[in-house]
């Protein structure tokens, strides 16, 4: 069974950088064709794609916000990490963490995680 | 970049009614690799249908998707009142690799 998890501060102010963890279970980012995405959507808002990272340490990001992400791996941990530097309270949201399945879909997701942007 | 634009935005209907939703790219999406999600308040997204056809794993049999290249549609054939939610679609292979729609709230009428 495959299960993520995602964990962060709840609460960052403006122009701090914010680092969010995916950890996951019940599959290995070593294995050919395996990918984890974060995703994040704002209060009542849509869905938005924001970084994935492969198994051969591929990396893609939302070409709008790719000068301000980094997403990295630790195989031995079972873990993802995304970090968004310069926040700003439009990027309040709530930040996910999925599975990449075999024909691109997104399966299964994290909880999420509530990031509020404040001073 | 490849978009994503759902219609309509709202759609009002009763339990038992059909539901059809729409879901066009700006340019084709490669090998059909379209999903379908659905999403209720305080939830993560449920994954429906993935590679534009295809149930995923427990969803029952009234949710259906079709289409390709540009054009997808996802249709429930007879909503239930769980079937009152927000539907997503979602894109990946094409350039910037993966994007969603901006959504169809399916109403209670």
């Known amino acids: 069974q495959i299960t993520l998890k995602e964990s962060g501060p709840t609460l960052v102010k403006p122009t701090q950088t914010l680092t969010l963890t995916c950890t996951f279970s019940g599959f290995s980012l070593t294995s050919s064709g395996v990918g984890v995405a974060w995703i994040r959507q704002p209060p009542g808002k849509a869905l938005e794609w924001l970084a994935l990272i492969y198994w051969d340490d591929d990396k893609r990001y939302s070409p709008s916000l790719k000068s301000r992400l980094t997403i990295t791996k630790d195989t031995s941990k079972n873990q993802v990490v995304l970090t968004m530097t310069n926040m700003d309270p439009v990027d309040t949201a709530t930040y996910y963490c999925?599975?990449?399945?075999?024909?691109?879909?997104?399966?299964?997701w994290g909880q999420g995680t509530l990031v509020i942007v404040s001073s | 970049e490849i978009v994503l634009t759902q219609s309509p935005g709202t759609l009002s209907l009763s339990p038992g009614e059909r539901a059809t939703l729409s879901c066009r790219a700006s340019q084709s999406v490669s090998n059909s690799y379209l999903a379908w999600y659905q999403q209720t308040p305080g939830q993560a997204p449920r994954l429906l249908i993935y590679a534009a056809s295809s149930r995923a794993t427990g969803i029952p049999d009234r949710f259906s998707g079709s289409g390709s290249g540009t054009d997808f549609t996802l249709t429930i054939s007879r909503l239930e009142p769980e079937d009152f939610a927000v539907y997503y679609c979602?894109?990946?292979?094409?350039?910037?690799?993966?994007?969603f729609g901006g959504g169809t709230k399916v109403e209670i009428k």
């Open positions: 979602q894109q990946y292979g094409s350039s910037p690799r993966l994007t």
């Open positions: 999925a599975h990449r399945g075999w024909f691109g879909e997104l399966l299964p």
